[in-house]
């Protein structure tokens, strides 16, 4: 076997479980989150909020979807310092917090402001190219080993769930 194919190989090895974990984050993480803050926009103070966001013009929509990242970087900052503090659940809770609620008002953002976002060239080319690194590495999740092994296995533990609630069903009647 030639270094290539096995280089190849080893190097998808290391960086699909930190990628897969990137689009678990992101399917579990950031739409959900999203949508659940987007529950906040029904209420009038969240709706006139989000209007105004809307209408932010390009420049105003990209220092608006920035601003959270710069927001809760000395929040990340304090936490690692009660880290080091000696109070790592505390810290670890802080930086958890942190990224939760960055995760929901960035997604949040994110589907306010995409139109304006994507008028700059470079933001659709990265958006772009995003979403083609994600459908790349999809493909060579559904292609691993690992993968179809995880999804059997949630099948099989679906429908052995499944049979559990007809047995109960049947019993409670």
Do not use: N
Not at 86 to 93: E, I, M, N, Q, T
Request: glycine share 6%.
């Amino acid at each position: 076997m030639t270094a290539g194919p096995f280089l190849r190989r080893l190097v998808r090895a290391i960086l699909l479980p930190p990628a897969a974990a990137i689009l678990f984050i992101e399917e579990w993480g950031w739409r959900p989150l999203a949508a659940l803050l987007a529950r906040l926009g029904r209420f009038l103070p969240f709706a006139l909020l989000e209007a105004l966001i809307r209408r932010a013009p390009p420049r105003l929509a990209l220092v608006l979807f920035l601003v959270p990242a710069v927001l809760l970087f000395p929040i990340k900052l304090l936490a690692l310092w009660l880290i080091d503090g000696g109070r790592a659940v505390l810290g670890v809770s802080v930086i958890v917090a942190t990224k939760l609620i960055g995760t929901a008002v960035v997604g949040r953002l994110f589907v306010l402001l995409e139109p304006q976002l994507m008028q700059f060239a470079w933001f659709a080319r990265t958006v772009g190219a995003w979403q083609a690194l994600k459908e790349r590495i999809r493909a060579a999740l559904h292609r691993s080993a690992w993968w179809r092994a995880a999804r059997d296995a949630a099948r099989a533990a679906a429908r052995g769930l499944g049979a559990i609630r007809t047995r109960l069903r049947r019993a409670l009647r």
